[in-house]
């Protein structure tokens, strides 16, 4: 019965033994994320206790299935770069990789305003907690059918707030989880760059919205 009534509202994510606190960390930043993110769809989260009796979540959808339709990140890359190019990046790239891919899917210059502007706030976000999984289906953009006006959606947050130093994943660097923006787009891709680096990245150049954040 549990299962069916997921089914219904959302999707389930069962305990990760290798991340404990990860369904805390997706809790905790549903509820910043809401806050800070403004005008980005984030979705509700619970924590349930099922099966194993450990933590484990409910993400609610974003999506309104009957007039909406969405857009991973990872599919508007194909406006510049080849499939055998975004294998090699390992879907990691810069800032203005993502941003030049959104404004050639949202043609209308407001809409792509507040579209970048909620793009930068979310990397800022992702890099003061530390969030190393912001791959690029862990995004997308929402499109109205009937307004053709796009919104920004953000998932999966359970790599967030966590000292990942002894963690075996390749995207812990030093004690500071690097993701998936670089800031050198000609170096040999296989980490992204480090949180703090995008901070300063993102305070200089784009220092409107970093003041604003």
């Known amino acids: 019965n549990l299962k069916l009534n997921i089914l219904k509202e959302g999707l389930y994510k069962e305990f990760d033994y290798d991340a404990?606190?990860?369904?805390?960390?997706?809790?905790?930043?549903?509820?910043?994320?809401?806050?800070?993110?403004?005008?980005?769809?984030?979705p509700e989260i619970d924590i349930v206790?099922?099966?194993?009796?450990?933590?484990?979540?409910?993400?609610?959808?974003?999506?309104?299935n009957?007039?909406?339709?969405?857009?991973?990140?990872?599919?508007?890359?194909?406006?510049?770069?080849?499939?055998?190019?975004?294998?090699?990046?390992?879907?990691?790239?810069?800032?203005?990789?993502?941003?030049?891919?959104v404004k050639a899917q949202v043609r209308d210059e407001e809409n792509y305003k507040?579209?970048?502007?909620?793009?930068?706030?979310?990397?800022?976000?992702d890099s003061i907690t530390n969030n190393g999984d912001r791959h690029n289906n862990n995004w997308a953009l929402v499109r109205n059918k009937q307004t053709n006006?796009?919104?920004?959606?953000?998932?999966?947050?359970?790599?967030?707030?966590?000292?990942?130093?002894?963690?075996?994943?390749?995207?812990?660097?030093?004690?500071?989880?690097?993701?998936?923006?670089?800031?050198?787009?000609n170096r040999n891709i296989r980490n992204g760059s480090i949180g703090k680096n995008i901070i300063e990245y993102i305070s200089k150049n784009y220092s409107e919205y970093f003041d604003e954040f």
């Not at 933590?55 to 999506?63: A, H």
């Not at 507040?114 to 976000?125: A, C, F, P, S, Y």
């Not at 006006?149 to 004690?175: C, P, Q, W």
Request: a negative charge.
């Open 20 to 42: 404990p606190n990860g369904s805390y960390s997706e809790k905790i930043l549903s509820i910043i994320g809401k806050d800070v993110l403004k005008n980005v769809r984030v």
């Open 49 to 64: 206790m099922a099966y194993s009796n450990e933590p484990s979540t409910i993400s609610y959808k974003v999506l309104d």
């Open 66 to 101: 009957d007039k909406e339709d969405m857009f991973h990140i990872s599919d508007l890359m194909f406006y510049k770069y080849e499939r055998n190019e975004l294998s090699e990046k390992k879907n990691i790239f810069t800032i203005e990789d993502i941003l030049q891919c």
């Open 114 to 125: 507040k579209l970048e502007r909620n793009i930068i706030h979310t990397i800022l976000l």
């Open 149 to 185: 006006f796009y919104e920004l959606a953000v998932f999966d947050h359970s790599s967030s707030l966590i000292d990942m130093i002894e963690e075996k994943r390749y995207f812990t660097y030093n004690g500071w989880v690097s993701s998936y923006i670089t800031l050198d787009e």
